[in-house]
């Protein structure tokens, strides 16, 4: 593949000069002759001399085949021409009114100066304005991001110093950390592997989802084994113009080179890693700049100091040719914490704020089940945010609960102030929730129970924590959350005999909930273990498509509907058997408006 591609002719200023040229033509020899005849009013000779009986003629020019003359007429100027006569006594009338007239000496023009003037003249002036037209739009183009051909755009260069990132920032990634161990001994120490004739893996690729650190644990690989680290995202390589990407890639693997040992990461790798499926849909340049990615990967040897780190959520959509051996060699999973890994996540970003009594880490861990190292950094800012709003010089455990649930729900709502009645239906809501899920086993304990609006559009919201991390649900346990989403709306018909809208989310969750069942999880006894579903993202999740007939499609539509049914039946039976603490339940809640597991225990049990 050549580096240039060869230049096409300037075609752009020939057409330009063009234009210009049709334009003198149309102007000199159609435009000016209708303006001039346009200007100058043909008249008859009676009209002539009735303007002179009128003593409105002004000037009068007597040419040797016409007559041309000035009338003003309340003080209005116009000009005439009309046909010669042979008329003795024009002259003498003509200096009776007192006309000023004349002839025209004949004299030849100059042919140059005429041209000069017609042409040359607009011509120039044109060209002169096109060409500061055109400096200026080429100034402006050239500014615009992509759009410059001739200089380099490196990467960010981070420099190994005193601040540099290290494993001990990153938490709750520990196994990912073991995986990249030994890249970071083959930089310190690359003799012993080529001693013994080992060859350090020449690329390593980070999958996870978003937030789980992936651009972090790369730069900490960088400051563990001090070496300068090479940082660009995927879409910095795609360009405007075809080729720009592959001489981008170009660019960075020899500015790589040049600073060995080092790390080159590259985020977001999908973004010209994607497969080339052969499919009617391609695109020239993201091809071009795999393909030119493909070949410096397998133009550094695997000793020559140079390791490639890259990141991705979606590892599915890369081109196999990435991932063979002798490219990206290792595959590291970054995936979400576990219970330990949250505590240690939130106890690194808790070093940087200033701490009030004691934190109990680990309750507010098991709170986040499911949050990733960026949304428990983020809940942590939060808290130190909520600590400054109050007017308190540290972060306490409250504002660090109050963060998690203004992370998961939003901030609360103070000017929403909701009537007795609806604060009534949503107390009883909320406590279907909590009672339905307490009086059944295999469900997470109630951790609280609130009224208050959220910005999210919540009116109130039933908080479960779970004492563990659980990484396997069984069918009884996706039957039991089942029913404990369908608690509110089964509290609302009991008492009130009447639904509201309230139940929306809960409607949302249990058709998914219920659907995956059928369609992912074999836990219907109309499929078993029937696969029905397919596609959607590890990691990002969506995107799913049934793999069935139309017929079997509606049959899954029936039996998502049967299952959600019977989750109704169950609810409405565990809150019907358990009707009188309901009602007590729903009325301390609707005084006190938020209450904490513990005290809703104590009244359920008393």
């Keep these: ?229 090479f940082s660009i995202a995927g879409s910095e390589f795609v360009e405007m113009f075809v080729g720009r990407g592959a001489a981008r890639v170009r660019e960075l693997f020899e500015q790589a080179g040049k600073n060995a040992p080092c790390i080159v990461f590259i985020d977001e790798i999908d973004t010209i890693g994607k497969s080339r499926d052969g499919s009617l849909s391609t695109n020239d340049e993201r091809e071009q700049t ?17 390791i490639i780190l890259a990141a991705t959520n979606r590892p599915e959509v890369l081109d196999p040719a990435l991932l063979r051996p002798g490219r990206f060699d290792r595959q590291v999973p970054m995936e979400l914490p576990d219970l330990q890994g949250r505590i240690d996540i939130l106890k690194v970003h808790a070093k940087k704020v200033k701490l009030e009594g004691e934190i109990d880490f680990h309750l507010l861990a098991r709170s986040t089940s499911g949050a990733s190292g960026a949304q428990l950094a983020n809940i942590i800012n939060e808290g130190a945010l909520r600590a400054v709003r109050m007017g308190r010089r540290a972060v306490t455990q409250g504002d660090l609960e109050e963060a998690i649930e203004t992370v998961i729900a939003g901030q609360q ?81 009991i008492v009130f005999n009447e639904i509201t809208t309230g139940a929306a989310n809960d409607i949302e969750q249990m058709t998914q909930l219920a659907r995956s069942m059928v369609t992912k999880y074999g836990m219907s006894d109309e499929f078993g ?33 049967r299952i959600i049914q019977e989750a109704q039946e169950k609810a409405r039976s565990i809150l019907k058997e358990n009707e009188d603490v309901l009602h007590k339940l729903a009325a301390y809640l609707k005084e006190t408006e938020t209450i904490t597991g513990e005290e809703f225990m104590k009244i359920l049990e008393s």
Aim: hydrophobic fraction near 40%; glycine fraction near 8%.
């Design 1 to 229: 593949m050549n580096e240039q591609t060869p230049k096409k002719p300037n075609v752009t200023l020939a057409k330009y000069f063009g234009a210009v040229l049709i334009f003198m033509l149309v102007f000199n020899f159609i435009l000016m002759p209708i303006l001039q005849q346009r200007r100058v009013q043909e008249a008859s000779y009676s009209h002539f001399l009735d303007a002179l009986d009128k003593g409105i003629v002004k000037v009068v020019q007597l040419q040797t085949s016409e007559i041309n003359y000035i009338t003003e007429e309340d003080e209005i100027a116009r000009v005439y021409k009309t046909g010669i006569i042979d008329d003795p006594t024009l002259v003498p009338t003509l200096r009776e009114k007192g006309v000023q007239f004349g002839a025209v000496i004949p004299s030849k023009p100059n042919p140059l100066l005429s041209f000069l003037l017609s042409w040359i003249l607009p011509i120039g002036m044109f060209a002169l304005i096109g060409y500061f037209l055109r400096r200026n739009m080429m100034k402006q183009i050239g500014n615009m991001p992509g759009m410059t051909f001739g200089s380099k755009k490196t990467a960010k260069v981070y420099v190994a110093d005193e601040s540099s990132i290290t494993f001990d920032d990153v938490a709750g990634q520990d196994e990912a950390k073991e995986s990249l161990v030994e890249i970071i001994d083959y930089l310190e120490n690359p003799l012993k592997y080529k001693e013994i004739g080992a060859k350090c893996p020449k690329g390593v690729l980070l999958v996870g989802p978003p937030g789980t650190g992936k651009t972090l644990i790369a730069k900490a690989v960088a400051g563990e084994a001090n070496v300068p680290f």
């Design 529 to 561: 273990m029937m696969g029905l579903s397919s596609g959607g993202n590890r990691y990002l999740g969506g995107g799913e498509t049934m793999d069935c007939s139309p017929v079997t499609a509606q049959k899954v539509d029936e039996e998502v509907r």
């Design 413 to 493: 709502k103070k000017n929403a102030i909701m009537s007795d009645e609806e604060k009534r239906v949503v107390a009883y809501h909320e406590i279907g929730h909590a009672l339905v899920a307490a009086m059944q086993t295999h469900s997470a304990p109630v951790q609280k129970i609130t009224i208050i609006p959220r910005t999210s559009g919540a009116l109130g919201y039933t908080m479960q924590v779970e004492e563990q991390d659980k990484y396997l649900v069984s069918r009884t346990e996706a039957e039991n959350r089942l029913a404990t989403i369908a608690g509110g709306r089964a509290a609302e018909e």
């Design 290 to 306: 795999l393909n030119q990615l493909l070949t410096e990967m397998d133009g550094f040897g695997a000793n020559k100091g140079v």
